[in-house]
């Protein structure tokens, strides 16, 4: 990793330090087909890859460039005291809380995300920021109407549940089938000559949502290849207060679709038991969802020109879409504001970046990263430009360092990089295999993130409760404005 490889992701560490996870994503030799990504294959790309750092003894830093990058923690320690405990306090929690509390959800299709996008170009307009404008996108447009289930045997109950992302409907009267619980994939297929005709109720143990989740995203088409006409899926989730839990799923087989619902924790661990004292069950499941035609959205860029390179770029995002049961502050308001905000402060302490501070804020990723695709095969001839790729969005976490992944030598200049965040105790450096790829493409291939002449890595940030604003601090370093 060369120096300005380095410096760049300085820059960004301290840019996206907030409140949620940092992502910065590889897609080296990728030959990106456009195709949308399950959420199972992004989490488990995450989640499955940790692994130990190098000791401190194995590394071999030239001194020059230690003190290189200890040269630095004056600028990191200004920007951590402006936003954390001066002026700018308390402003990005602020600018959440407005997106929130006016637009709502923010589902791909709906008024209310686009009219999030219009506040977005306005309030980057008011406070200066250059070159912001938007890109089209094509994103799915589904719409969840009405949906309710009804145990009928072995007792009368109401399940709470949520239909899952592009789930057929029921006919109109419903769906009601005798039950059959599985606890996992391979239960599934031991009593396959049982599913026809049935409603399977998925119970998979919980292990993490980067592995949990492949129950959610392909557990109906895994049932309707046994015969199933509908699908129940314990949310994905270790805690639950009667508490279901939405997401996107995705069916393998679009001649082969069944409706599928997310239940509580509560009421699959009752079926189980059920279950296994020999009763029947049944349940009438009735949904009335839709899928319309793709729709329009948009992308919204703003940036921060470069002093020295200005046609070289630091992206930092979040997407703005969300679900429609919820307001979408933690997944993935919190990440939108804190990348928004990293150009207004650096506005606000007079600092402008040799490179160009790009802020993407996606649209339709919840139903497959649709947004970054996008970009990505808009942009993708200007790869080389592109010096870091960063995404905010895996919740609100005490901050703990860096899931990193490249080579010792690189490794080693991250975890130097990070005992500059010994002020928030932000110092922990894991190192993450590999991103696996998928035929034709990089399964993380959400941003034009093609290192074809430098080393590329993913990385990952948990961070702490909402702080006032993004940490800025040298993504190639800073040039005071002239």
Not at 102 to 131: C, H, Y
Not at 402 to 430: D, M, R, Y
């Amino acid at each position: 990793m060369t120096r300005i490889g380095v410096y760049t992701f300085l820059l960004a560490v301290y840019c996206v330090q907030q409140n949620q996870a940092l992502f910065i994503v590889k897609a080296e030799n990728s030959n990106n087909t456009g195709k949308a990504v399950t959420e199972a294959e992004a989490s488990s790309a995450f989640h499955h890859q940790l692994k130990e750092t190098p000791a401190q003894s194995a590394c071999n830093l030239t001194t020059e460039l230690v003190a290189e990058i200890k040269g630095y923690q004056e600028d990191v320690n200004k920007i951590i005291d402006y936003v954390v405990h001066g002026d700018y306090k308390g402003q990005t929690y602020k600018m959440l809380a407005e997106l929130v509390d006016t637009f709502g959800p923010r589902m791909t299709g709906s008024g209310q995300l686009e009219a999030a996008i219009d506040w977005i170009l306005k309030v980057s307009e008011t406070a200066g920021l250059e070159n912001t404008h938007t890109e089209d996108v094509a994103v799915p447009h589904w719409v969840r109407n009405t949906e309710s289930a009804w145990m009928t045997l072995p007792r009368l109950h109401k399940l709470n549940v949520l239909g899952l992302g592009s789930s057929v409907a029921t006919p109109p009267e419903g769906i009601k089938a005798e039950v059959l619980v599985v606890k996992d994939f391979d239960d599934l297929k031991t009593h396959a000559d049982q599913a026809a005709g049935k409603i399977v109720v998925f119970i998979p143990e919980w292990v993490s949502y980067g592995v949990t989740v492949a129950y959610r995203t392909d557990g109906a088409s895994k049932a309707a290849e046994v015969g199933a006409v509908a699908a129940l899926i314990r949310s994905t989730t270790p805690f639950s207060i009667n508490s279901p839990h939405t997401g996107h799923q995705q069916y393998t087989d679009l001649n082969h679709t069944i409706p599928t619902v997310c239940i509580a924790v509560e009421d699959a661990e009752m079926m189980l038991r059920m279950q296994q004292r020999g009763q029947k069950m049944e349940v009438h499941l009735t949904m009335s969802a839709q899928t319309y035609p793709d729709f329009i959205s948009r992308n919204t860029i703003t940036e921060v020109l470069g002093l020295q390179w200005p046609d070289e770029v630091v992206v930092v995002s979040g997407h703005l879409d969300s679900w429609d049961v919820g307001q979408g502050a933690m997944d993935d308001g919190g990440g939108v504001t804190i990348s928004w905000n990293a150009g207004v402060v650096l506005q606000q302490l007079g600092l402008r970046p040799r490179r160009t501070l790009r802020t993407i804020i996606w649209t339709g990723e919840e139903q497959g990263l649709y947004g970054g695709l996008a970009y990505y095969n808009n942009h993708v001839n200007e790869s080389d430009k592109f010096q870091l790729i960063l995404e905010s969005d895996a919740g609100t976490f005490s901050p703990l360092g860096l899931a990193f992944s490249g080579n010792q030598e690189a490794t080693c200049i991250i975890q130097e990089v990070l005992k500059l965040l010994q002020p928030l105790n932000a110092t922990q450096v894991h190192c993450t295999l590999r991103v696996p790829g998928t035929t034709g493409s990089t399964t993380l291939t959400v941003t034009p993130s093609l290192w074809k002449t430098r080393t590329s890595w993913t990385a990952a940030l948990p961070s702490g409760p909402l702080w006032p604003t993004l940490l800025l601090t040298l993504p190639t370093g800073f040039r005071t404005r002239p």
